[in-house]
């Protein structure tokens, strides 16, 4: 069966989500200012030939709703994905989450123990404090962030795909063909997501949530770790400029029964820059 997309209503939101395939369920979560479609875009096809796969897009990001009366966050992105989960009838999947969309992850399978079968982390947050970009704080500061984020919309409709690809592989730590990686498709639709409306306004909604202080408390999961009771799998790229390796180590350790699998020459993005070894190392782990 093809990859296919389409539209679902949970309540009062209408979700975007990617799907296709047969087999045992695999459910991919993606990260900050990504979707579904844009995120898993080199694995979803070659997961889909041993099983259903499912990407739905957050809500703010994608094509999903972007409603202003959300309180973004960890909380509110596990909440939807769990009631995603319900209308597919999903349960005991294998959940897959990168980023943002694996710290989500880790709260479904904490929260919602009973969705989740087994977990792949892919240089997700929520294992230790994460390098802060230059770019970040002012994210966090009214009027200052919706400022960078006019900037970066109009750079991206203006600016030439390079540049484009070069300043973005200097924030993510992206080597090999960038024109492969970050190709004229892919910033096509990372120009469609950024001039949607309510896109903004979702994404800073989301970064001030992650930035607070109290949520900077409760975001490292480390202590809570022993607690998962699902064979887990990390996958990491090596030369993440933002989750250091030594996370995912650490990490390794405090997990009873986990594995580790590094990518080399791979940024935050192992998915997209090595597609060819996430794949391996994510259906080996699901045959499993």
């Given at each position: 069966m093809a990859i296919r997309d389409g539209y679902l209503k949970l309540g009062n939101l209408t979700i975007h989500h990617t799907y296709g395939g047969s087999g045992s369920p695999v459910l991919f979560i993606h990260g900050l200012g990504s979707s579904g479609y844009i995120e898993w875009r080199f694995n979803l096809v070659r997961t889909s030939r041993n099983h259903r796969v499912y990407a739905p897009d957050l809500p703010g990001y994608g094509r999903s709703d972007k409603p202003r009366a959300a309180r973004y966050g960890i909380p509110y992105f596990a909440k939807t994905i769990d009631r995603y989960m319900q209308n597919r009838h999903l349960r005991g999947a294998a959940v897959v989450g990168t980023s943002m969309g694996g710290r989500i992850a880790l709260e479904l399978a904490l929260r919602y123990p009973e969705r989740v079968g087994k977990l792949v982390l892919v240089n997700s947050l929520g294992l230790g404090r994460p390098r802060i970009q230059?770019?970040?704080?002012?994210?966090?500061?009214?009027?200052?962030?919706?400022?960078?984020?006019?900037?970066?919309?109009?750079?991206?409709?203006?600016?030439?795909?390079?540049?484009?690809?070069?300043?973005?592989?200097?924030?993510?730590?992206?080597?090999?063909?960038?024109?492969?990686?970050?190709?004229?498709?892919?910033?096509?639709?990372?120009?469609?997501?950024?001039?949607?409306?309510?896109?903004?306004?979702?994404?800073?909604?989301?970064?001030?949530?992650?930035?607070s202080p109290r949520s900077l408390i409760g975001m490292d999961v480390s202590r809570r770790l022993d607690h998962l009771e699902v064979p887990?799998?990390?996958?990491?790229?090596?030369?993440?400029?933002?989750?250091?390796?030594?996370?995912?180590?650490?990490?390794?350790?405090?997990?009873?029964?986990?594995?580790?699998?590094?990518?080399?020459?791979?940024?935050?993005?192992?998915?997209?820059?090595?597609?060819?070894?996430?794949?391996?190392?994510?259906?080996?782990?699901?045959?499993?």
């Open positions: 230059p770019y970040y704080p002012v994210m966090l500061l009214p009027r200052l962030g919706e400022s960078l984020l006019h900037g970066l919309r109009h750079g991206l409709r203006l600016a030439p795909s390079h540049l484009i690809r070069r300043v973005s592989a200097r924030f993510t730590g992206a080597t090999g063909d960038l024109e492969k990686t970050m190709s004229d498709e892919y910033l096509d639709h990372l120009r469609e997501m950024y001039e949607a409306e309510g896109y903004t306004d979702a994404y800073l909604a989301t970064v001030r949530s992650l930035g887990v799998l990390l996958i990491w790229g090596a030369n993440d400029p933002l989750f250091p390796l030594e996370q995912a180590r650490r990490a390794l350790d405090l997990i009873p029964g986990s594995r580790l699998a590094v990518i080399e020459g791979a940024g935050h993005t192992p998915q997209a820059e090595r597609p060819e070894e996430f794949n391996k190392q994510l259906a080996a782990f699901l045959r499993r």
